[in-house]
């Protein structure tokens, strides 16, 4: 039998804000600062969810590693200019803030796990004013990236949590691998980075449409075995 549902991980670009327009901007200005041909956007979108280094790494498979470096940085720099700029925007998808009240309402503790560097999650939470949400945020400055599992393994660590009792919630494949790899539930969703095939390949156990439908299948999981 499972046990009760404790912790709910999210990732955030792609799975709860629309941030692809300014990650592909600030990733097309990096390249072009260091002399390089603009980036397929399909490729940017492609690596979103990954560390930086990593992130940049697979764009530029053979570039050495001082050019990796070098973009990577000037990604960073790219991204801040855009982030305090007046026309900056990442709207969260529909649904994001009703699952959050709906799992608070069963008692879940909500995290985040991303590839966003402390400082973009330090803005993402204020910006939309989820400073009392999370009880863990792990991100690509405090540890192994995705899809090692360790931004999992350390926030069910943080707060007691079992795999049995954590579900991941994201829209890449290495969100799913990442949630395998731990031993937790993964949950994919369709509105984000990588498509369907690719998170069940990765692991996921279910692919929503809609957010709503998170909460109604980790009801049906978890109800339903304590249940039987």
Partial sequence: MRTPLKLAIFDVDGTLVDSQHNIVAAMTDAFLENGLAEPDPA????????????AVEGILPEAEPDLVN?????????????????????????GVVEVFDAL?????????????SRRGVESFVERHGFETRFVVTRCADDGPGKPDPWM???AMASVGGEPGSTVMIGDTSYDMEMAARS???????????????????A???????????????LDSQWQGEAEA
Avoid at 70 to 91: L, M, S, T
Avoid at 104 to 115: D, H, I
Avoid at 203 to 217: I, K, N, Y
């Fill in 43 to 54: 490729a940017v979108r492609s690596i979103i969810g990954l560390s930086l280094v990593e």
């Fill in 70 to 94: 070098r973009v990577a940085q000037a990604y960073k720099e790219a991204f801040f200019r855009r982030r305090v700029g007046p026309e900056f925007g990442e709207a969260l998808f529909p």
């Fill in 104 to 116: 608070e309402a069963r008692g879940v503790l909500l995290a985040l796990a991303t590839g966003k």
């Fill in 152 to 154: 999992v393994l350390d």
């Fill in 183 to 201: 031993g937790a539930l993964g949950v994919g969703v369709a509105w984000g980075y990588h498509d369907s095939p690719a998170l069940l390949a």
């Fill in 203 to 217: 692991g996921a156990r279910l692919v929503v449409d809609r957010f709503d439908q998170v909460t109604e299948f």
